[in-house]
């Protein structure tokens, strides 16, 4: 049997996600107590990547179980700095640890990293592409705040393109019924890959509006994002996104919840923190129950956390060529296999690991190092 993986939220099938919650609001009526549900294991927790958040929420999630972590947050305490693979790391921690927790820069990176695990794998975020369990945290407090998430109308503001936590949401809300409405300057809207699965797959609709003003009325929910700075290319570094502040939310409906993943720079004013739909703070902090239900549902039920994508893996034929992409971890790791994968909703072959749209024509590849 595969061990348990979050890659994306594909892996978790409806009854998995109602557990997940259900199991995430026990853990909200008890708070601040401590169990031994996760005693004697050990969960390696390998950030790749900065990050505040989600990486302690997780530790605080594994540690208030009763269970151990172990990892680095800095990689210049690893052998990566000595030219190790990730397929190597994932190999050797899987034989010390229960569970990893993994974030990484490359997209796609995940993917790789479940193919090489014996463990339970989770994914903390893939450069650009997916942070599931961001998701599940947006989803919790909508469910919880909202009381469904089924109908509602979220606008997804700021950086679509290299924001990862919009890519998970945009297609989960489109899985359970909501639907987007995305403000986002042009050169900075959803990569086709999450389109694609929120029209062709789930039949929703993308709408673009250019300023959030012009959604005010029929939003349930607004998700700010901040520009994420270090992915963009050069000329994409200052282009100025939507902001939330004292003028806006006196237009505001009085029910319209703002979120956002955090950490916020400048896209929502403190002077917005006070107010009663400054809902941030108590999103982030519900990550810890969210994760501390994912973590043990993932290591110690057997059923839980096993879906595959229904993607359909194709032999490649040679006019497409290896993932050009250059987030992509298959561009940046040497010798990970080439594996185009067609997805039912589109029959164009996308990258198995990071879902770009393959090109037709065997290019050369000009930066696989
Ligand atoms: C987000 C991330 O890392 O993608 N932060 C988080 O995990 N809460 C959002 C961001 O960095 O902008």
Redesign the pocket.
């Known amino acids: 049997m595969p061990a348990a993986h979050l890659v994306s939220t594909d892996n978790l099938t409806d009854r998995d996600v109602e557990r997940l919650f259900a199991r995430a609001d026990v853990f909200a009526r008890t708070s601040g107590l401590r169990s031994s549900r996760l005693a004697d294991r050990l969960v390696a927790v390998l950030f790749y ?1 900065p ?1 505040t ?2 990486r302690l929420s997780f530790e605080t999630a594994v540690m208030r179980l009763g269970g151990h972590t172990m990892g680095f947050s800095d990689i210049r305490s690893s052998s990566v700095t000595k030219g190790e693979t990730l397929r190597d790391t994932i190999r050797i921690v899987s034989s010390y640890a229960d569970g990893i927790i993994m ?1 990484h820069p490359h997209a796609g990176a995940a993917q790789l990293a479940t193919d090489n695990a014996s463990v339970a794998f989770v994914n ?2 893939d450069g650009p592409h997916l ?1 599931p369990t ?1 998701t599940l945290t947006d989803l919790f407090f909508l469910r919880r705040d909202k009381g469904r998430i089924e109908g509602l109308t979220v606008a997804l503001c700021g950086d679509l393109l290299a ?3 919009v890519h998970s949401l945009a297609t989960a809300l489109a899985r359970f019924g909501a639907r987007c409405v995305c403000v986002a300057p042009r050169q900075l809207g959803m990569p086709t890959y999450v389109s694609d699965e929120v029209t062709k797959r789930y039949g929703g609709v993308i709408e673009y509006v250019d300023r959030i003003e012009d959604c005010l009325a029929e939003i349930d929910v607004l998700y700010m ?2 520009l ?1 700075r270090e992915r963009l290319p050069v000329e994409l570094k200052d282009v100025p996104i939507p902001r939330v502040d004292a003028e806006l939310l006196a237009k505001m409906r009085p029910d319209t919840a703002i979120l956002h ?3 916020r720079v400048d896209e929502i004013t403190q002077e917005v923190d006070d107010d009663p739909r400054a809902a941030y703070f108590r999103q ?1 902090a519900g ?1 810890v129950l969210v994760r501390m239900a994912l973590l043990d549902l993932m290591l110690s039920d057997d059923e839980f956390a096993r879906a595959e994508p229904p993607f359909t893996p194709v032999t490649p034929p040679d006019a497409y060529a290896r993932c050009a992409n250059q987030d992509c971890v298959m561009t940046k790791e040497p010798g990970v296999p080439h594996r185009p994968v067609v997805t039912p909703w589109n029959d164009r072959p996308r990258c198995a690991f990071c879902e770009h749209a393959l090109e037709q024509g065997t290019l050369p590849l000009t930066r696989e190092s």
Do not use: Y
């Open positions: 990547e990050s958040r989600t974030r903390a975020g942070h961001q924001g990862r936590t994002t901040r994420q993943p955090l950490p982030a990550g």
